[in-house]
């Protein structure tokens, strides 16, 4: 078996994976990156719809969850910010334009466009990319690591683990770097699917597949009390929903649901109207339209399709005016607007997430430097730890930010040695 000699492995050559390895190389190192894949990127490339979504203009912490991830990723963005995450692509080509959502793609709106660059910038820093290549095991040596890959043994000061997580196994991802972690004593937050459509096996709304509205999605305890909400977009679709908003729920439906049994999803078909103003906004409405039928008011303001079931799912006759409703009507009609109950069974799987949340646990790694504080020498960075972001690039920032800090820790620490 043949035997080389780096200074830095990294293991996975996805968004992290790349970002750490130029980062490192630039700092000086020698740096080695294996993959298990012929073509590596895959998730980069079919990443916002084939454009790939960089960053987003709102970055901040609370839109990262985890165990311990708000503190963490603050630490994080510090040492490398949406800012120089600008400034790293404009040094490399790749000049992004901003979008009415916020979200930052390449003015080319191609996702091959990144990755190109991206693999360019590492040729150029001196790395060197191994694909087809995956690691068979890792052991810590006295003054090092010792990485098997098939018919080679690579010794390196220390390695970067940027592996992944679970979503989207046809890209690669395995878990792989979750059992190699945990070798060295690393505890793994449970791991669920998450970005990922809300499944509904008996949706009276699957008749509007297709239609795409802006409302607020709201999970909460069978009390009433509010696990999560996310406003955005909203698809209805053959099997359930999709769209931003509840692809933002779904971490959180797939992680309580356990926790709490009678736990509801509801549909705020007018997100624009303020919790609490829903009576006055009532009055409004209906005492300029008093002499409109229900049927009528509700086409003035939701989809066609959707308003003609409103009388049934709110149980008032379509042909009733406004201005003839009792009580119960009144209340009833409100309830459909804001509070209209959407069965969901479930979350989809790994196969159509976006990202995974939970992973290794966030207070076992030091946030200075990415690096393990069970394994001096290991480092992590990407999707492989226990932080998820919104949809909107979050989790591609969080991939170049903590990238970097592991990158230039870990050429800091073998050139001190």
Not at 300 to 305: A, M, S, V, Y
Not at 380 to 406: I, K, R, T
């Amino acid at each position: 078996m043949n035997s080389t000699q780096t200074e830095i492995v990294v293991i996975g050559a996805g968004a992290a994976g790349l970002m750490a390895a130029i980062a490192a190389a630039r700092a000086g190192a020698r740096v080695r990156v294996l993959d298990g894949a012929k073509h590596i990127g895959a998730k980069i490339l079919v990443s916002g719809g084939s454009r790939c979504n960089v960053t987003n203009e709102y970055v901040a912490p609370a839109r990262f969850h985890g165990e311990g991830a708000a503190p963490f990723v603050t630490r994080i963005l510090r040492s490398f910010s949406p800012a120089d995450t600008h400034r790293f692509f404009a040094q490399i080509g790749v000049e992004l334009k901003l979008e009415e959502t916020g979200k930052f793609f390449p003015v080319s709106d191609s996702s091959r466009t990144v990755l190109n660059a991206l693999l360019k910038e590492l040729g150029d820093s001196g790395a060197i990319l191994s694909t087809q290549t995956s690691v068979c095991d890792l052991e810590k040596e006295e003054d090092g690591w010792k990485i098997s890959i098939p018919d080679e043994e690579i010794f390196a000061r220390a390695v970067i683990l940027c592996s992944g997580g679970l979503a989207l196994p046809k890209t690669g991802s395995d878990g792989r770097g979750y059992r190699l972690a945990r070798k060295f004593g690393h505890t793994l937050i449970q791991t669920t699917p998450a970005l990922t459509p809300l499944v509904s096996r008996s949706a009276p709304h699957a008749k509007f597949s297709g239609l795409t509205l802006p409302v607020r999605l709201q999970f909460r305890k069978k009390d009433g009390a509010r696990l999560a909400a996310y406003d955005g977009s909203f698809l209805f679709t053959h099997f359930g929903y999709s769209g931003p908003a509840a692809l933002n729920l779904s971490r959180h439906v797939a992680r309580d649901r356990e926790k709490f049994p009678d736990s509801h999803v509801t549909l705020r078909l007018l997100p624009d109207v303020a919790e609490g103003a829903e009576a006055g906004w009532w009055h409004e409405f209906s005492g300029r339209g008093a002499k409109k039928t229900f049927a009528g008011a509700m086409n003035e303001i939701l989809p066609g399709k959707l308003a003609a079931t409103m009388p049934a799912l709110a149980k008032i006759a379509p042909q009733i005016t406004l201005g003839r409703f009792d009580k119960t009507q009144i209340a009833a009609a409100k309830s459909a607007l804001f509070e209209m109950p959407l069965p969901v069974d479930e979350v989809a799987d790994y196969v159509k997430a976006e990202t995974t949340a939970g992973g290794i646990a966030l207070e076992e790694i030091a946030p200075a430097t990415m690096m393990s504080r069970l394994a001096p020498g290991l480092f992590f960075a990407g999707e492989v730890c226990d932080v998820d972001g919104w949809l909107g690039g979050y989790n591609f920032q969080w991939a170049w930010s903590s990238g970097v800090v592991a990158g230039r820790a870990a050429a800091k620490l073998v050139k001190a040695a």
